[in-house]
């Protein structure tokens, strides 16, 4: 569906246009045209094609999504695909956005996420300095918008970790943490393909041969390429605090399990001794010693209580009871 058309010039906003009249302002050269659309029919996307004379190759990429986050050029025409990655429930939904950009139009092509980009167009319509650059600018606010998504969603995976390593430190450690560190490690490199094929696709955005649209941009790209990299190692680092988490809860199953056999070592022991001496007297022989003598069964009793006590000692004092 189509959510806007507008049509801009000098920085500033003519009018809401109609797709059928975008020819008669793409022409003019200090017009531009920008474009939104969510989740198009074919036929929507055609038309486009057809009033802005879109690359055949991008328009088929554009229709059926799930594409790796990149920038090509086709001409004059620069093609992008930006991946949204958003926290719905706890669990990542992720979006993309096409865009195409050409001299004198923006077309913005949305799928798979609700929050659109209503709020870079009503930015950009307060700063007419920075609109007067035309559909270069437009680009670059989309993909800012796009990044900067991208750091709350890193904070909330930052938070869920936390929450993990206190119940690790709790004394829950179980399969079920484990299986939330792995949860939290698959999301954290999903939101790694996101950002790491579009921080060498920024780069050449401000540095070496840049595309005209973006030609006298270079300083804000360059920003979008700081914050990716800084995104790229908070991203690394949660990465490796997960596998020393993992690593941690899985000593501490270890150790858990280690009391356990001591407590049970120290339990055999103290049910060994008795049965050691039961057993011998329970041979039966005619001639062992003390057999007929009248205290020699309260003595073997007392001889078992002594050892058991005395182990239990030890092992109280040595932390395995």
């Not at 800084?230 to 280690?258: C, D, F, H, K, W």
Request: aromatic fraction near 10%.
């Amino acid at each position: 569906m189509l959510i806007n058309c507008v049509a801009y010039e000098g920085g500033k906003k003519l009018a809401d246009i109609q797709p059928g009249d975008i020819h008669s302002f793409v022409c003019k050269p200090e017009c531009f045209v920008w474009v939104a659309m969510f989740e198009p029919a074919r036929e929507e996307l055609e038309a486009m094609h057809r009033e802005f004379d879109l690359p055949d190759l991008a328009v088929e990429d554009a229709l059926h999504g799930h594409q790796r986050p990149k920038i090509e050029e086709y001409g004059d025409t620069l093609f992008a695909v930006l991946q949204i990655v958003e926290m719905v429930n706890k669990d990542l939904n992720i979006g993309e956005v096409d865009v195409f950009v050409g001299r004198n139009y923006v077309l913005s092509v949305r799928s798979r996420t609700q929050h659109g980009f209503l709020g870079v167009r009503e930015r950009s319509e307060r700063e007419p300095d920075l609109l007067r650059h035309g559909a270069g600018y437009v680009f670059y606010a989309i993909t800012d918008s796009v990044v900067d998504r991208y750091f709350p969603v890193l904070d909330a995976l930052e938070v869920e970790l936390e929450e993990i390593e206190k119940r690790i430190f709790a004394g829950q450690n179980n399969r079920a943490i484990i299986e939330a560190l792995y949860t939290l490690k698959q999301k954290l490199v999903t939101l790694k393909h996101a950002t790491s094929p579009l921080l060498e696709a920024i780069g050449k955005l401000y540095g070496g041969r840049v595309p005209y649209q973006c030609s006298r941009l270079q300083e804000y790209f360059r920003d979008i390429y700081d914050h990716l990299v800084r995104l790229n190692q908070s991203i690394e680092s949660l990465r490796e605090m997960v596998t020393t988490a993992i690593s941690v809860n899985l000593s501490l199953l270890t150790i858990q399990e280690n009391e356990v056999t001591k407590r049970l070592a120290a339990c055999a022991a103290l049910v060994a001794v008795p049965t050691l001496i039961a057993g011998v007297y329970g041979m039966n022989f005619k001639n062992m010693p003390e057999l007929d003598w009248a205290f020699g069964y309260p003595l073997a009793i007392g001889i078992m209580a002594t050892i058991d006590i005395y182990l239990f000692y030890r092992f109280r004092k040595s932390k395995w009871l």
